[in-house]
């Protein structure tokens, strides 16, 4: 067996399996910050991705933490808020850019990966980690998942690919989830297409020694076969699983979101009255939000409707660049992260301080050639 660590955040493994094939692991191993994604740690699993990709004996990948608290937080944005203020004016801001467009390009890996890719979000799977598991052919959930796009609270938008996938989710509960950062469990998602799979969270070694144990083949697509079943076979009963507030508050969702403008909208959930505490969390969430994020999650709804997966990450870089252009996003961070006040001054400080004319700034691409232009 082969064992190297590229980095100490990242481990990336090869297993040994029958029939001189091989299973790829990648682990997170970044525990104080729950995990959360720096530039390296993005280029230490798409550099494997790609090399497992053309390896023959490689059949089947697996991406997971070292802990059972989190797979992982999201993207190290204090460290983009510090570059933000290194480079002051600077658009793009070349360590942004550099994050985000490596961080899209794993993203867009993932989504398109032709062997089976399993994702194990147990615990903690917020932002860019949403972003590894999303697109993933196997996604694994567990009776500790907690899953959540809480970009409005940095004033930034659900990016790593959320203009795709959240436009895909049942109903309007895409543009619930992305306006108000709500928090999903493991039942919430499976039914959003989130998750695949439902596993105790403590039968994950025994989910890769039988992986390790499988009989593997030179197809990829007998690779996905197997892994699914093997999948199924070990799943937990669905009388495990908790309730989902997603799918029990689908109707009030539907008649929360239905108005055709945003500031209705947003009128609407701030307005809920209800007996649910999941929504009415969410509605005061999006209360304390950046008005900015909550007209990007709306924009990015229409804009992306009809774009391509590759589309869809090319405008998302040129969104999340110009976000860090502007003050929502720096201001975000100090008052949840830095700071901690949770007393963010958002300018504008309401929706309808929101002009067209500024927020057509965050779709101006800041370059003559885009950075993802080769993403097919």
Same mark, same amino acid.
């Given at each position: 067996?082969?064992?190297?660590?590229?980095?100490?955040?990242?481990?990336?493994?090869?297993?040994?399996?029958?029939?001189?094939?091989?299973?790829?692991?990648?682990?997170?191993?970044?525990?104080?910050?729950?995990?959360?994604?720096?530039?390296?740690?993005?280029?230490?699993? +798409?550099?494997?991705?790609?090399?497992?990709?053309?390896?023959?004996?490689?059949?089947? &990948?697996?991406?997971?933490?070292?802990?059972?608290?989190?797979?992982?937080?999201?993207?190290?944005?204090?460290?983009?808020?510090? #570059?933000?203020?290194?480079?002051?004016?600077? &658009?793009?801001?070349?360590?942004?850019?550099?994050?985000?467009?490596?961080?899209?390009?794993?993203?867009?890996?993932?989504?398109?990966? %032709?062997?089976?890719?399993?994702?194990?979000?147990?615990?903690?799977?917020?932002?860019?980690?949403?972003?590894?598991?999303?697109?993933?052919?196997?996604? %694994? &959930?567990?009776? =500790?998942?907690?899953?959540?796009?809480?970009?409005?609270?940095?004033?930034?938008?659900?990016?790593?690919? $959320?203009?795709?996938?959240?436009?895909?989710?049942?109903?309007?509960?895409?543009?619930?989830?992305?306006?108000?950062?709500? @928090?999903?469990? @493991?039942?919430?998602?499976?039914?959003? $297409?989130?998750?695949?799979?439902?596993?105790?969270?403590?039968?994950?070694?025994?989910?890769?020694?039988?992986?390790?144990?499988?009989?593997?083949?030179? +197809?990829?697509?007998?690779?996905?076969?197997?892994?699914?079943?093997?999948?199924?076979?070990?799943?937990?009963? =669905?009388?495990?699983?908790?309730? =989902?507030?997603?799918?029990?508050?689908? +109707?009030?969702?539907?008649?929360?979101?239905?108005?055709?403008?945003?500031?209705?909208?947003?009128?609407?959930?701030?307005?809920?009255?209800?007996?649910?505490?999941?929504?009415?969390?969410? #509605?005061?969430?999006?209360?304390?939000?950046?008005?900015?994020?909550?007209?990007? %999650?709306?924009?990015?709804?229409?804009?992306?409707?009809?774009?391509?997966? @590759?589309?869809?990450?090319?405008?998302?870089?040129?969104? #999340?660049?110009?976000?860090?252009?502007?003050?929502?996003?720096?201001?975000? %961070?100090?008052?949840?992260?830095?700071?901690?006040?949770?007393?963010?001054?958002?300018?504008?400080?309401?929706?309808?301080?929101?002009? +067209?004319?500024?927020?057509?700034?965050?779709?101006?691409?800041?370059? #003559?050639?885009?950075?993802?232009?080769?993403?097919?």
């Amino acid at each position: 067996m082969h064992d190297s660590t590229l980095l100490e955040t990242v481990k990336i493994e090869e297993r040994d399996c029958p029939g001189g094939m091989k299973l790829g692991v990648i682990t997170l191993d970044a525990p104080k910050s729950l995990h959360a994604l720096t530039l390296e740690m993005i280029r230490a699993i +798409d550099g494997a991705l790609l090399a497992w990709a053309d390896d023959g004996q490689i059949a089947c &990948v697996v991406l997971q933490s070292s802990t059972d608290k989190a797979f992982c937080a999201g993207g190290d944005v204090r460290s983009l808020r510090t #570059a933000v203020f290194d480079a002051p004016g600077v &658009v793009p801001n070349p360590q942004a850019l550099a994050f985000f467009a490596d961080e899209y390009r794993l993203d867009h890996r993932i989504h398109t990966y %032709v062997k089976p890719l399993l994702v194990w979000g147990g615990g903690i799977v917020m932002g860019g980690g949403l972003g590894l598991m999303a697109g993933a052919s196997h996604k %694994v &959930v567990t009776e =500790s998942t907690r899953i959540a796009m809480p970009e409005i609270t940095i004033g930034l938008f659900p990016d790593v690919g $959320g203009s795709w996938f959240l436009g895909r989710m049942p109903g309007r509960t895409g543009l619930f989830l992305g306006l108000t950062g709500a @928090a999903m469990n @493991a039942a919430d998602a499976l039914f959003v $297409g989130l998750g695949d799979y439902f596993l105790q969270q403590e039968a994950r070694a025994m989910v890769l020694d039988a992986l390790a144990l499988a009989q593997w083949q030179a +197809d990829p697509q007998a690779n996905h076969q197997q892994l699914d079943r093997l999948l199924r076979g070990l799943s937990s009963p =669905s009388s495990l699983l908790p309730e =989902s507030p997603v799918r029990a508050n689908y +109707d009030a969702i539907a008649t929360l979101t239905q108005a055709p403008t945003l500031s209705e909208v947003v009128a609407a959930i701030a307005a809920y009255d209800g007996e649910s505490a999941w929504l009415q969390k969410a #509605a005061h969430s999006l209360a304390r939000g950046a008005p900015s994020s909550a007209a990007l %999650v709306w924009a990015m709804r229409a804009r992306t409707r009809h774009l391509s997966l @590759a589309q869809v990450f090319q405008l998302e870089l040129i969104v #999340a660049v110009q976000c860090c252009a502007h003050p929502d996003f720096a201001e975000g %961070v100090r008052a949840l992260l830095i700071d901690k006040d949770n007393a963010p001054q958002w300018r504008p400080s309401s929706l309808s301080e929101l002009d +067209d004319t500024y927020l057509n700034e965050y779709f101006q691409a800041p370059w #003559a050639q885009h950075p993802l232009a080769d993403l097919a």
